[in-house]
C-alpha cells in the first residue's frame, strides 16, 4: 500500500512511495506527531540520480523488518534536497560540522523540535569497513532517547547554538579589486593540474564557473595563463570519459584525477554551465593560430552539449527535466552504474565489423583489458598520431549511437527547478546566437515562457519546481530568483525583447526586498518570510552550481548596467565583499563571484546597437559584433532608432542612417560607431582597472 509520499510531485519521493516505510514528506504535520507519539524524527534526503540513496533504499527501506523498527519508534521524513535545499543545506551545515564530512543519501535524526543530535549519510545493511550497520544506529538512537532523553536533548541544543554561532566573514562590504583577483588567480595556479587539467585529484568535479573567472580575466587583463589554464582543462575533459564522446553533454564527476571514467549521472546545471563555458572558450580564442584545433573543439562540444540537453532534457511542457540517473538495466532486469554508456571490444565488432571496430576502438580508447568494469571501456577521445577518415569516424559514431540507443535507458528525473532552467536559459540563448542556431535560441525562449506561465505568480514570487505541467508547493529560494534572472537577461541581449528585462527586474527586486540584509548587504538563501528551520541558511561558496548569493551579484550588477539602477549596482557591490574576503583563500569555491567580480572591475561595458526599422545585413554584423566582444560582463541592448525596448537605447540616434553602436563604462562612453571592427576592438581590448 503506497504511502504519504504518493501524492508528491518530486520523482525522488515518488520512487519511495511504495516502500514499507511509513514515510512522511517535510511539513509541519509530520514533527506534531513526532511530538504526539513522543518518538524522534529521521529524517532522509537524497536525489533521485543519486547511486546511493538507490543502494539504501534497497537495502533498507524496501526491507520489511527494517520498515518496521523505523515505524514502530520513529516518524520518518523523505526530502527530495533539489526541491528543497533550503532544508537540505542547514542539516548538511550540521553533518559536516559533527563528522567533517557531507553527502548523499544524508541520514539524521532530530527531535520533535527538528534540533538534529545524530548524524551520518549512508549506512549499510549489515557492518562494513568500520561502518555500523543502519539497523545498529536504529537501535542506538532508540536506545539514547529512551534512556538518556536528557542527554539528547542537551547534545540538539548544543548543535543548534553553535551552528547559530557559525558567522560567514562578509569582508568590509567592499568588492574586490586587482590585488584579491590577483592572489585568486594565483591560488587557483598552485591547485592546478598541468598534466591533465582541472583542479587538485580525484574526485574531480569540471571547474566551470572558474572557467568563467579565468575567461574573464584574461579578457580584462591580458594574462595568458589564465587563458591556458582554462584551454587545456576544456580540451581535457572533452577528450575524457567524462564527456559523452557518442551523444554530448557532460557527467556529474570524474572518479580519476585523468577525466577516464565518470560518475555517469547528467545533471542539468552541470551541462548548462559548461555549454556555456566552451562557447566562451569559443569566443575567447578567436583569430587562429595554436587555438584554432581547441576552438573547433570548443565549438563541438557547445554545440553538443545544447543538443543533448534540447533533444534528451526538454520536457513537453517545454522546461528542462533535472537529470538522467547513472544506473540503467543491464538486460537482465539488474540496475548498473554505466551500462549504458561503455563498451567491450566485442561489442564494437558486433555493431560495426571487424575493420571499422578496430579502427573505433583506436579512436575512442577502447582495449581488452578496459578501462571500467569487467572489461568494458569508456569511450575517449585521445589524440591520434594519424591522420583520421573524418567521414568513416562519423559514420561508426551513427552507428554506435543508434546501437546504444537500443538499450535500456538511464531513467530521468522530469522535476523542473527553476534555477537549473535559468542556467539552461542562458547557455542556450548563447550558444544559439554564437552558431547561427534559432532553434537553440526558441528553446530558450520556451523555457522562459514556461517559468513565467507557471512558476511565477502575480507577485513574480518564483516557484522552486514543476512537474508533468504542475507547479510545485515549494517556494523559490535565493538561487532561483538569481539564476532565473541572470537567464532572462541574457535571453534579453539575444532575442532585443525587453520582455525579458522586465522579468529579471522583478525577481531582483524581490532579492533586495526579501533576501538580503539591509544592514551588512549579505545575502541569504531563503527569503525573510520563508519557512523557519533551526537555521536561516545562507552559504556565499559556489559548489555544483553558483551559490545564490554570488548568482544574484552578477545579476544585479548586468540589471544595474542595463538600466542605470544605483540599487541594483550598490546591492551588488555590497554582496561582492564576500568575494573579497573568500576569493585569494578559496578560489575553487567562489569562481561565479570572482567572474562578477570581473565583471564590476570592467564596468561592465555597456552596448547599445541601434538599427534601421527593416533588417538589413550590416544590423545582424554589427549585432553579433556586440554579442560576441569579451569584455567581462557587458551587457548588450538591440533595437530601433527610438524604442523604448531597452533604456539603453534611449536617446541614441542612428549615425547618417547607419546601423549604430554605443559602448560606455564607468559613466563614459566611446564615440559611436558604425564599424564592426571598431566594435570589437572596444569590447576586446584588455584594461587595467
Known amino acids: 500500500?503506497?504511502?504519504?509520499?504518493?501524492?508528491?510531485?518530486?520523482?525522488?519521493?515518488?520512487?519511495?512511495?511504495?516502500?514499507?516505510?511509513?514515510?512522511?514528506?517535510?511539513?509541519?504535520?509530520?514533527?506534531?506527531?513526532?511530538?504526539?507519539?513522543?518518538?524522534?524524527?529521521?529524517?532522509?534526503?537524497?536525489?533521485?540520480?543519486?547511486?546511493?540513496?538507490?543502494?539504501?533504499?534497497?537495502?533498507?527501506?524496501?526491507?520489511?523488518?527494517?520498515?518496521?523498527?523505523?515505524?514502530?519508534?520513529?516518524?520518518?521524513?523523505?526530502?527530495?534536497?533539489?526541491?528543497?535545499?533550503?532544508?537540505?543545506?542547514?542539516?548538511?551545515?550540521?553533518v559536516q560540522a559533527a563528522t567533517g564530512q557531507g553527502g548523499w543519501p544524508m541520514t539524521v535524526f532530530l527531535t520533535p523540535d527538528a534540533e538534529p543530535f545524530y548524524f551520518g549519510t549512508y549506512?549499510?545493511?549489515?557492518?562494513?569497513?568500520?561502518?555500523?550497520?543502519?539497523?545498529?544506529?536504529?537501535?542506538?538512537?532508540?536506545?539514547?532517547?529512551?534512556?538518556?532523553?536528557?542527554?539528547?536533548?542537551?547534545?540538539?541544543?548544543?548543535?543548534?547554538?553553535?551552528?547559530?554561532?557559525?558567522?560567514?566573514s562578509y569582508g568590509d562590504g567592499m568588492a574586490p579589486g586587482e590585488q584579491e583577483l590577483s592572489q585568486a588567480l594565483l591560488g587557483l595556479t598552485r591547485e592546478y593540474d598541468p598534466q591533465r587539467g582541472g583542479f587538485a585529484g580525484a574526485p574531480k568535479f569540471p571547474p566551470s564557473m572558474v572557467i568563467e573567472f579565468l575567461l574573464r580575466h584574461h579578457a580584462r587583463t591580458g594574462a595568458e595563463g589564465a587563458l591556458q589554464m582554462a584551454r587545456d582543462t576544456c580540451e581535457r575533459m572533452a577528450r575524457g570519459g567524462i564527456y559523452d564522446q557518442l551523444g554530448g553533454g557532460f557527467a556529474r564527476y570524474s572518479v580519476d584525477r585523468d577525466w577516464v571514467v565518470p560518475h555517469f549521472e547528467k545533471m542539468l546545471y552541470d551541462n548548462a554551465l559548461l555549454c556555456r563555458a566552451y562557447a566562451h572558450l569559443w569566443r575567447a580564442t578567436a583569430g587562429g593560430g595554436a587555438d584554432e584545433e581547441v576552438r573547433e573543439l570548443a565549438r563541438r562540444v557547445a554545440l553538443e552539449t545544447a543538443d543533448f540537453m534540447v533533444r534528451e532534457l526538454r520536457t513537453e511542457q517545454g522546461g528542462f527535466a533535472s537529470a538522467l540517473d547513472a544506473d540503467s538495466d543491464d538486460g537482465s532486469g539488474k540496475h548498473v552504474e554505466g551500462v549504458y554508456y561503455v563498451w567491450t571490444p566485442e561489442q564494437l565488432t558486433e555493431v560495426l565489423g571487424p575493420q571499422d571496430a578496430e579502427l573505433a576502438a583506436r579512436y575512442f580508447g577502447v582495449t581488452e583489458e578496459g578501462t571500467f568494469e569487467h572489461g568494458s571501456s569508456v569511450l575517449q577521445l585521445p589524440r591520434q598520431e594519424e591522420d583520421i577518415d573524418a567521414e568513416r569516424i562519423a559514420g561508426i559514431k551513427e552507428r554506435l549511437l543508434r546501437e546504444r540507443g537500443g538499450r535500456p535507458a538511464p531513467g530521468r528525473d522530469d522535476k523542473v527547478v527553476a534555477a537549473w532552467n535559468g542556467l539552461a536559459i542562458a547557455a542556450l540563448a548563447e550558444t544559439?546566437?554564437?552558431?547561427?542556431?534559432?532553434?537553440?535560441?526558441?528553446?530558450?525562449?520556451?523555457?522562459?515562457?514556461?517559468?513565467?506561465?507557471?512558476?511565477?505568480?502575480?507577485?513574480?514570487?518564483?516557484?522552486?519546481?514543476?512537474?508533468?505541467?504542475?507547479?510545485?508547493?515549494?517556494?523559490?529560494?535565493?538561487?532561483?530568483?538569481?539564476?532565473?534572472?541572470?537567464?532572462?537577461?541574457?535571453?534579453?541581449?539575444?532575442?532585443?525583447?525587453?520582455?525579458?528585462?522586465?522579468?529579471?527586474?522583478?525577481?531582483?527586486?524581490?532579492?533586495?526586498?526579501?533576501?538580503?540584509?539591509?544592514?551588512?548587504?549579505?545575502?541569504?538563501?531563503?527569503?525573510?518570510?520563508?519557512?523557519?528551520?533551526?537555521?536561516?541558511?545562507?552559504?556565499?561558496?559556489?559548489?555544483?552550481?553558483?551559490?545564490?548569493?554570488?548568482?544574484?551579484?552578477?545579476?544585479?550588477?548586468?540589471?544595474?548596467?542595463?538600466?542605470?539602477?544605483?540599487?541594483?549596482?550598490?546591492?551588488?557591490?555590497?554582496?561582492?565583499?564576500?568575494?573579497?574576503?573568500?576569493?585569494?583563500?578559496?578560489?575553487?569555491?567562489?569562481?561565479?563571484?570572482?567572474?562578477?567580480?570581473?565583471?564590476?572591475?570592467?564596468?561592465?561595458?555597456?552596448?547599445?546597437?541601434?538599427?534601421?526599422?527593416?533588417?538589413?545585413?550590416?544590423?545582424?554584423?554589427?549585432?553579433?559584433?556586440?554579442?560576441?566582444?569579451?569584455?567581462?560582463?557587458?551587457?548588450?541592448?538591440?533595437?530601433?532608432?527610438?524604442?523604448?525596448?531597452?533604456?539603453?537605447?534611449?536617446?541614441?540616434p542612428l549615425s547618417n542612417g547607419e546601423p549604430t553602436a554605443y559602448v560606455c563604462r564607468n559613466f563614459t562612453c566611446d564615440a559611436p560607431t558604425t564599424d564592426p571592427e571598431r566594435l570589437r576592438a572596444a569590447l576586446t581590448t584588455a584594461v587595467s582597472g
Open 432 to 652: 544559439g546566437a554564437y552558431f547561427d542556431r534559432p532553434d537553440l535560441v526558441e528553446a530558450a525562449v520556451g523555457a522562459a515562457d514556461l517559468l513565467v506561465r507557471l512558476h511565477l505568480d502575480e507577485q513574480a514570487r518564483i516557484a522552486r519546481t514543476s512537474k508533468d505541467g504542475q507547479v510545485g508547493v515549494n517556494a523559490g529560494v535565493l538561487e532561483d530568483y538569481a539564476d532565473v534572472a541572470e537567464g532572462f537577461l541574457a535571453l534579453a541581449s539575444v532575442t532585443g525583447e525587453g520582455v525579458w528585462l522586465e522579468f529579471a527586474g522583478f525577481l531582483l527586486d524581490h532579492v533586495l526586498v526579501r533576501f538580503a540584509d539591509p544592514e551588512s548587504g549579505a545575502l541569504y538563501d531563503t527569503a525573510a518570510d520563508a519557512e523557519r528551520l533551526i537555521r536561516r541558511p545562507q552559504d556565499p561558496t559556489d559548489n555544483a552550481v553558483p551559490s545564490g548569493w554570488t548568482a544574484a551579484a552578477g545579476a544585479l550588477l548586468s540589471y544595474a548596467a542595463h538600466t542605470g539602477s544605483e540599487p541594483h549596482r550598490t546591492a551588488a557591490e555590497r554582496a561582492l565583499g564576500v568575494v573579497k574576503a573568500l576569493g585569494p583563500r578559496v578560489p575553487r569555491f567562489i569562481g561565479w563571484g570572482l567572474a562578477a567580480a570581473e565583471a564590476l572591475l570592467d564596468g561592465p561595458r555597456e552596448v547599445a546597437v541601434v538599427v534601421p526599422g527593416t533588417a538589413d545585413p550590416a544590423s545582424a554584423v554589427l549585432r553579433r559584433t556586440a554579442l560576441l566582444g569579451t569584455a567581462p560582463g557587458a551587457v548588450v541592448a538591440f533595437g530601433t532608432e527610438g524604442s523604448d525596448e531597452f533604456p539603453l537605447l534611449a536617446d541614441r
Open 123 to 168: 549506512f549499510p545493511p549489515a557492518p562494513r569497513q568500520g561502518m555500523p550497520s543502519f539497523r545498529q544506529v536504529l537501535e542506538g538512537v532508540r536506545q539514547a532517547w529512551t534512556e538518556r532523553r536528557d542527554e539528547v536533548a542537551e547534545v540538539a541544543g548544543k548543535i543548534v547554538r553553535d551552528l547559530a554561532g557559525r558567522e560567514i
Open 1 to 94: 500500500m503506497p504511502n504519504r509520499l504518493a501524492h508528491e510531485t518530486s520523482p525522488y519521493l515518488l520512487q519511495h512511495a511504495d516502500n514499507p516505510v511509513d514515510w512522511w514528506p517535510w511539513s509541519a504535520e509530520a514533527f506534531e506527531e513526532a511530538r504526539r507519539r513522543g518518538v524522534p524524527v529521521l529524517l532522509s534526503v537524497g536525489y533521485s540520480s543519486c547511486h546511493w540513496c538507490h543502494v539504501m533504499a534497497h537495502e533498507s527501506f524496501e526491507d520489511q523488518e527494517t520498515a518496521d523498527r523505523l515505524n514502530e519508534h520513529f516518524v520518518n521524513i523523505k526530502v527530495d534536497r533539489e526541491e528543497r535545499p533550503d532544508v537540505d543545506a542547514v542539516y548538511m551545515e550540521a
